[in-house]
């Protein structure tokens, strides 16, 4: 049983130090979006600021972009994290 224990704790550790969070890339998301999408649905009253709304637009999706690889990069590290503490726990030391 205290193996168990041990092996979960160790685990609650590993996700602690390794696994993303969603509420990064998703309020990038939000935020970075509203631009591009006031454009797509032509909600803005004021005409002139169509341009810097387009040019504000396409980096911030770049952004966006981003946000959300650097998000799967790090999931990717933390499966494989936990995958080896799995296979091999006697080699991490807490």
Sequence with gaps: MKKII??????RQI????KPSL???I???IVCSAPY??????????????LTS??????L?????FFWTSYYYKLVE???????YLENPSEFKW
């Design 54 to 59: 387009a040019l504000i637009s396409g980096p």
């Design 15 to 18: 996700e602690k130090a390794y």
């Design 61 to 65: 999706l770049v952004v966006v972009g």
């Design 6 to 11: 041990e092996k979960d704790e160790a685990i």
């Design 37 to 50: 999408g006031h454009l797509l649905l032509d909600i803005m009253e004021n005409s002139e600021r169509t």
């Design 23 to 25: 509420f990064d890339p």
């Design 78 to 84: 933390y499966k494989n994290e936990i995958r080896y």
């Design 27 to 29: 309020m990038a998301t």
